[in-house]
């Protein structure tokens, strides 16, 4: 049962413009929800976290919504830039030890 | 500063033969530790994790199994590797208690088995 689910697999961005990245859950006990940013033959690398108590969080160029009467988490990077380049893991809090990720969602930026 | 170490970062492995990964923390004591696996076109499954010395919590029946034999090393390993165990295996540490900031990773060990 796929607890955290990225259903786009891949996404196509021209540089410059805004990529959003889609993330649902279905386990309405998660209470922190975090992006994670993965190049190839690395491992994946914090980006931007959320608690459940909010709906937004900003970090440069990078935001993050929680919608959570729609158990849905996004991420917004304003403007793509072609280092933004990779996989992006969405990632929900279970209990206090365990992270629950999606399957990933390749971002390509296009020049 | 903590930093996470893992080894080696490519495998290639005959069907059958075992299998060890070790991973080891710097700058952190008593810290959560995780094996991931990332297979091909896969999101990143939950393998094992350990919050101390000897606690091992299997979370996907498999053919592999973990160890923590000190605080900061944690060690995956199998006796009889399969074709589907190929992947990219991460190891990976986070803290205990409130201020939560979720996990540092690893740079991962890519296994082949052929």
């Known amino acids: 049962d796929q607890q955290v689910k990225q259903n786009s697999p891949s996404l196509s961005v021209q540089e410059g413009r805004i990529s959003i990245l889609n993330c649902d859950y279905t386990?309405?006990?998660?209470?922190?929800f975090l992006w994670y940013k993965k190049y190839p033959a690395e491992g994946p690398t914090f980006l931007i976290s959320?608690?459940?108590?909010?709906d937004k969080n900003e970090d440069g160029r990078f935001t993050v919504f929680l919608n959570k009467s729609a158990k849905h988490l996004s991420l917004h990077i304003v403007p793509s830039q072609p280092g933004d380049s990779a996989v992006y893991f969405c990632?929900?809090?279970?209990?206090?030890?365990?992270?629950?990720f999606g399957q990933g969602t390749r971002l390509t930026i296009n020049p | 500063s903590q930093t996470i170490h893992q080894w080696p970062a490519t495998l290639v492995q005959p069907v059958g033969s075992p299998l060890s990964l070790e991973c080891t923390v710097e700058g952190t004591s008593n810290p959560n530790l995780y094996w991931y696996r990332q297979a091909a076109g896969r999101g990143l499954q939950l393998l094992f994790y350990?919050?101390?010395?000897?606690?091992i919590s299997s979370e996907v029946p498999q053919n592999l199994s973990a160890s923590r034999p000190q605080d900061r090393q944690f060690i995956l390993s199998s006796k009889k590797l399969l074709l589907s165990d190929s992947g990219f295996y991460l190891c990976a540490w986070s803290r205990k208690g409130q201020g939560w900031y979720g996990y540092t990773f690893g740079s991962g060990t890519r296994l082949t088995v052929v």
């Open positions: 386990n309405s006990m998660f209470d922190y």
């Open positions: 990632a929900a809090r279970q209990g206090a030890q365990k992270l629950v």
């Open positions: 959320i608690s459940s108590i909010k």
């Open positions: 350990s919050v101390g010395i000897g606690q």
